[in-house]
């Protein structure tokens, strides 16, 4: 009987050793000093350079010439090597995207670059500009509403100087944008730029 | 405790084995309750720190961007109506086009905010009337009829509208091969071919010219100052450029030298000088109605450039009368107030603003005289009954000062006061000997922040509402 008192004596101990061990172990698996991706400073940083790098292009109106990049008779951005919107990190053809690697790119920071428009059923739909991948768990996302009207023209960099400048070619007239005509006024469309970044 | 110096001839080796078992659990357990003690004082570091860098924001940025892009997307909606429907009448663009337009706008603008949880309302509450001066076709900025020289310098050159608040005020398609050459810094005011805009202040004394030349194939832009005789700086572009005045841009880049219309005190009066040595396109809004003959703006500047406010005239009222001429004045929308709700989980916003697009400086605050009727009732004398209608965007009017001038000396006033937001009434002046005579009635309003603005008009005392002046 004696005995077997010890015995579970033992075992509870054992269990209690253990379980402490356990416990004290996986609380330390994760710290703010940590080298991963998770951790919250680096998310509010890269929010605020992103918030920041969008609002100068708006300001300026590159961001408006980055979206109105568009070769209507290829259906696709200016510059791309293989479908519709820029993959490699190559030289950048327009002031937007020329900044954006500046921030980010050249830090090792990857960027996603997405234009969602509202089609003709009144569904938002999205159209690549730059892809890089899949973001990580931690990526931040910044945004910006820009309206799109009827008179507006599409831009291209015909002398290759990294600057766009504007064509004839109306929005209305214009025969393969990815944005359709919502409207029977001079609006054409809403735009909402998005710009994901995440620390590779 | 069993005792520890053991007894080793009594007992087992069981107990004294049990003793130091005991005393390794003992330890053991000291061990295990420290390292929880260390785990927990590590995780209330690791809490401490992850709640030290949580951004403490509490959704209200969202918000305030929100109400910034609907500013942007209803002033754009607001240029673009102007732009597109000159020549309609003030209330079919503010009850049937700007409606139109904004229906459009707001499914596409709300679906996108919806998308992320958030919504919000826009109601228009209100407009303000003002005036489109626009050159369609690319060519000279000169007016319609010849022979205007309000200035008396730079051959040919026109007032294009005075005393006014001017917003979005851009010359495009200036190219560098139709302008005179020349190289900064000059003092426009003494070269004969070089166009410029002249700014006049009316709260003081000072005048800013903004030149245009040809520099090296491309387009330069100077601004010099009369105040204090010199430049304030020059800015170059491509061989063909947009100069936005109001937003201080050419071609897109910022041109520090042309945010002078922020520091213009009082109203502004607009001239072109050498206005053939230019070509290309320009358009301005202001902010008096004007845009039919016999209407305030109109005469005013009819009257700088021609001498009576009959003769001219400036403008055409329409771009299809216009034709291939220029330039046109038509109704335009100068302001839009809404009514802007803007709900998400944590916050609700809800506000009323004005939406003025590219306006420099402060908002428009000047009370403005929308009608001037003067009926002639000489008989043995002059007297002229004049009614008046006098409007204010802040609406507080204060009084209005009636003359009759002959010959820049006033031979009868009568002030009036007047309050709110808009007012009418009229006032009846007489001279005893002045049959036949010409006079200058000034009809002037001010506010009780004193801003001031007034209106002239000539006419001939001979009991007749025709001829010119009438």
Not at chain 1, 47 to 61: N, P, T, Y
Not at chain 2, 216 to 237: I, M, Q, T
Request: glycine share 8%.
């Amino acid at each position: 009987m004696r005995a077997q008192a010890h015995t579970l004596e033992s075992v509870v101990a054992s269990l209690l050793l253990i379980g402490s061990l356990v416990f004290a172990y996986q609380v330390t698996a994760v710290t703010p000093l940590t080298g991963s991706t998770s951790s919250q400073h680096i998310e509010n940083q890269q929010r605020a350079a992103a918030e920041g790098v969008l609002q100068i292009a708006e300001k300026s109106g590159a961001l408006r010439r980055a979206v109105l990049f568009w070769d209507d008779t290829k259906n696709r951005f200016y510059g791309t090597d293989d479908g519709q919107y820029y993959t490699n990190k190559v030289d950048p053809p327009n002031e937007f995207l020329a900044s954006l690697t500046r921030a980010f790119e050249d830090r090792g920071i990857s960027l996603n670059v997405n234009v969602v428009y509202v089609d003709s059923d009144g569904d938002r739909r999205r159209q690549r500009m730059v892809y890089r991948g899949e973001p990580s768990s931690n990526a931040v996302t910044v945004t910006t509403m820009l309206t799109l009207y009827d008179d507006d023209v599409l831009y291209a960099d015909s002398d290759g100087d990294g600057v766009a400048e504007p064509t004839d070619e109306e929005l209305d007239t214009a025969s393969s944008f990815y944005a359709p005509d919502v409207g029977s006024s001079s609006v054409y469309n809403v735009v909402v730029v998005e710009v994901t970044v995440w620390r590779q | 405790m069993a005792s520890v110096d053991g007894h080793r001839d009594r007992g087992h080796d069981d107990h004294g084995h049990g003793d130091r078992a005991q005393m390794v659990l003992i330890g053991a357990l000291a061990v295990a309750v420290s390292l929880v003690m260390l785990a927990v004082v590590l995780n209330s570091a690791i809490y401490t720190q992850n709640l030290a860098t949580r951004s403490g924001e509490a959704g209200t940025g969202a918000a305030v961007d929100a109400r910034d892009g609907v500013r942007d997307g209803v002033g754009a909606i607001t240029d673009r109506v102007n732009e597109n429907h000159a020549g309609d009448d003030y209330a079919t663009l503010t009850g049937t086009h700007l409606p139109a337009a904004m229906d459009d706008w707001r499914p596409a603008a709300v679906r996108h905010v919806m998308a992320s949880g958030r919504t919000f309302r826009v109601d228009l509450a209100g407009n303000t009337e003002g005036t489109r001066i626009a050159d369609g076709s690319v060519g000279t900025f000169e007016p319609r009829t010849s022979g205007a020289n309000p200035l008396g310098y730079g051959s040919p050159n026109w007032l294009v509208a005075t005393p006014v608040e001017v917003r979005h005020f851009r010359l495009s398609d200036v190219s560098a091969s139709d302008l005179t050459s020349a190289s900064a810094s000059f003092d426009p005011q003494t070269t004969s071919d070089v166009f410029f805009v002249e700014v006049r202040e009316t709260g003081g004394s000072d005048a800013w010219q903004v030149a245009l030349y040809e520099d090296g194939g491309k387009v330069s832009v100077e601004v010099w100052d009369e105040d204090e005789g010199s430049a304030v700086g020059s800015c170059l572009a491509d061989s063909t450029a947009t100069v936005d005045l109001t937003r201080a841009t050419l071609d897109g880049q910022r041109c520090e030298p042309l945010a002078f219309l922020d520091d213009v005190d009082g109203l502004a009066k607009i001239y072109y000088v050498n206005s053939d040595d230019v070509s290309g396109t320009y358009e301005l809004t202001v902010d008096r109605a004007g845009y039919q003959t016999g209407d305030p703006l109109k005469d005013r500047v009819d009257a700088a450039n021609y001498d009576d406010q009959c003769s001219g005239p400036t403008y055409f009222d329409s771009p299809s009368e216009a034709g291939g001429g220029s330039p046109y004045a038509t109704a335009a929308i100068y302001s839009t107030t809404v009514d802007f709700r803007y709900l998400s989980q944590s916050v609700t916003y809800d506000t009323r603003f004005r939406v003025a697009n590219d306006e420099p400086g402060p908002i428009a605050k000047h009370p403005k005289v929308i009608d001037v009727t003067v009926t002639d009732n000489s008989d043995s004398g002059a007297s002229f009954t004049v009614s008046w209608s006098v409007t204010d965007p802040n609406g507080d009017l204060d009084t209005i000062s009636v003359e009759l001038r002959r010959d820049d000396s006033v031979v009868d006033s009568s002030t009036t006061a007047v309050d709110g937001g808009s007012d009418s009434g009229s006032t009846t002046l007489s001279d005893s000997d002045g049959d036949g005579n010409t006079y200058t009635i000034v009809v002037e309003v001010t506010d009780s922040e004193s801003n001031t603005r007034s209106n002239s008009e000539t006419h001939v005392a001979d009991d007749d509402a025709s001829g010119c002046p009438p």
